[in-house]
Structures are given as C-alpha cells and as structure tokens.
C-alpha cells in the first residue's frame, strides 16, 4: 500500500505519500524525493555501495519526517550520493537512528533546495493508514 505522486505546485514540487506505517511512510517519502533528485537511479541501481548512520530527534513526527528528509538532503549534496533505501535501527515519534544507504552520482536531475514544513501534516485515518503531502 506504500505509494508515492509528485505533483507540480507553485514553483516547488509536491510529493504525495501514503503507507500503511510510520516506518513505511517515512522510507516511501524517501524514494519520493530520491526520484525527483535523479529519476529511476534506485530502480536501476540496487547495489548500494555508500552507507551511513544518521540520529534524529524531533518534537513530533512530521517534524521528525521533514528533518529526516532535510538530513538526507543535506547529505546528499554534500557528498554527491542519492540515497535509495533506509534500516531503521530505532523509529518513535520523536527520535530515529537508521542506516541510509545510496549510490554516487555525477549530478542530479533536479536540484532540491530544501524541504519545507509548509502545509506538512502526518494523518492517519480510520484504516490506520499514515499519508502526508511533503513540499520540495
């Protein structure tokens, strides 16, 4: 059920994610945003030769999840790497510790500047299905 849309907004991007749980919807926002950084890179490359450890702590969970983008984000560009997947070694609503793995690139496709807070909301409904709308 885990799925992602990139839309079109006023000069930015929409991602549009939904999974059926927080870790989901968290590595489902990740492949998202690795899309639009380089198109298709984690479909054709599964071996991932670059990994790292990162620890987040936030007030709540979608603070947790934009700073767990921004990081990744961050580190993306300072080392020239697209990072495709996520091992989650701890994951609450306030904290996590996890393992990113990726692979080097030459250049992006699309070079995201940030990821903003804006309109960003974690819902869950009655299913129990988390969703969030995340602004590139």
Known sequence: MNSYKIT???ADVRLEVKADSMAGL???A???????IKKDFCQINQNHSQNMTISIKSLEPTTLLIDFLSEILTLSHIKKIVFCQVKFITLT???LIAEILGSKVEQ??????????HGAQILKDKGGNYQVNIIF
Do not use: N
């Open 108 to 117: 992006f496709d699309e070079d995201i500047k940030a990821v903003s807070y």
């Open 8 to 10: 079109p907004h006023t």
């Open 26 to 28: 968290f590595a489902t």
């Open 30 to 36: 990740l492949s998202g945003m690795s899309q639009i």
């Open 93 to 95: 609503e306030t904290k």
